[in-house]
């Protein structure tokens, strides 16, 4: 009787189960059970462009129809659930510069993950797409002379969207990537007055996207370079070399700005040479910057300096808007970091309240640390801190005993 009843529920579980098999592996129209209250689904199926699993009607392959640990449903995160259809998406993340949306895993800052009229589903045309973050697009479009990729809204022409191992999202290094199109290499020298530019980099002197000059020069140019009078920096006559400058760098500069190149000379900054000096920051033909800068005033400094020290920084930096040039002398001066002031006077043009309030300062006061007189830097650094606000230890406990170890 005991085995009867065992066999009997047994049976009923068995039966009970391929009912509920057979329940699951009933095959559902999905495209018409979701369209009954996703109704907005069919306009994008009447798009140019589906992505597949909507076409085929496919919905559970992105979306829970239940419940799910991801926001609309979604049965992965963003990222990991393209990467299982779409492999490549899986290296882009070890590329060393990634495109800021491939980085936070936000494919659909770009795509549309339904349907779209542009492509590769993408949710505006390429130009406007791009421009939407890169407002600075706008500002290229206006000019007098655009680039053709940019023009036409070709922006992969000349960078990998989702990640390179070059700057600026590149897909090869600049000489190379611009020879591409313009690789007549005996035309390129006759217009450079026969100096080699296969061998320089070209955005040196012409700008990639626009510019209001002929043959996107950049807009500010040096005054010996606009009247091509070449022989002013470089020698006559052409050598093995092209035509190298008639001498150090600091030297043919010198013979214009004398009295920048006896300061310079005179404190050696960021431990250049007389062969290696305006050139690592400057432009000696055209720029669109001023000063003819190689780039913004920010990135040629940290191109060599590394502001946050390597440090893992807690909060906004208030000073970020500011140029280095604000407070640093870019040719150099006696003081610790070349200041321009002493820190205590050169922080006070904008904090004066806090320096009648806070903690003394001055020569009546000593950092015992630093063994100097008490200023701003004895608790305080704008470019490596640890804590609020712009400390350089808790200032609960840790910054104060610093000093007051005996308090």
């Known amino acids: ?44 199926l009447s798009k140019s462009r589906v992505h597949a699993p909507l076409k085929e009607g496919a919905c559970s392959a ?26 490549a998406t899986r290296e882009w993340p070890g590329r060393e510069h990634q495109h800021q949306p491939v980085a936070n ?43 053709a990729p940019m023009r036409v809204g070709q922006c992969f022409k000349c960078h990998d969207v989702h990640g390179s191992s070059h700057d600026g999202l590149l897909t ?11 690789g007549n290499d005996a035309k390129l020298r006759e217009r450079h007055k026969g100096f080699d530019p296969t061998i320089s980099r070209c955005t040196a002197c012409h700008d990639p996207h626009a510019s209001d000059s002929p043959s996107l020069v950049m807009s500010n140019k040096h005054q010996p370079f606009a009247d091509n009078e070449c022989a002013a920096c470089h020698v006559a006559r052409q050598t093995a ?18 009295e920048e190149a006896k300061h310079f000379a005179k404190f050696r900054p960021h ?11 400057h432009n000696g033909h055209a720029s669109d910057e001023r000063r003819f800068l190689q780039s913004s005033e920010k990135n040629v400094c940290t191109k060599c300096h590394d502001p946050s020290h390597g440090v893992e920084l807690v909060g906004e930096n208030p000073h970020a808007k500011y140029s280095c040039g604000k407070c640093h002398e870019a040719h150099g001066n006696a003081a610790s970091g070349y200041l321009k002031k002493p820190n205590l006077e050169l922080c006070s043009e904008c904090h004066q309240h ?24 004895s608790c305080h650094d ?19 005993v610093r000093c007051h170890r005996d308090k």
């Open 105 to 147: 895993g936000e494919c659909t800052r770009c795509h549309d993950p339904h349907a779209s009229e542009n492509t590769n589903l993408l949710k505006e045309p390429v130009k406007e797409l791009c421009s939407t973050c890169h407002i600075e697009v706008r500002d290229w479009q206006a000019k007098a002379v655009t680039h």
């Open 172 to 182: 090869d290094n600049v000489t190379q990537l611009c020879r591409t199109c313009h």
């Open 62 to 87: 992105c979306h829970a129809p239940h419940a799910a640990r991801h926001e609309k449903l979604l049965v992965d995160n963003e990222s990991g659930l393209c990467a299982d259809c779409h492999e």
């Open 382 to 400: 704008l470019h490596a801190w640890t804590a609020e606000p712009l400390m350089i230890a808790s200032p609960d406990r840790d910054l104060c």
């Open 271 to 281: 431990g250049t040479t007389e062969e290696r000096s305006c050139q690592e920051c």
């Open 1 to 44: 009787m005991k085995r009867a009843i065992i066999c009997l529920l047994f049976c009923v579980i068995a039966l009970s189960a391929g009912i509920v098999f057979g329940q699951a592996s009933a095959k559902v129209d999905q495209k018409k059970v979701c369209l009954e209250c996703h109704d907005d689904m069919a306009k994008d």
């Open 354 to 377: 806090q320096h009648s309030v806070a903690h003394p300062m001055g020569e009546g006061a000593t950092d015992p640390v630093r063994d100097t007189p008490m200023d701003c830097l």
């Open 241 to 258: 070399e092209g035509y190298p400058l008639k001498g150090a760098v600091e030297s043919v500069c010198g013979e214009c700005h004398g």
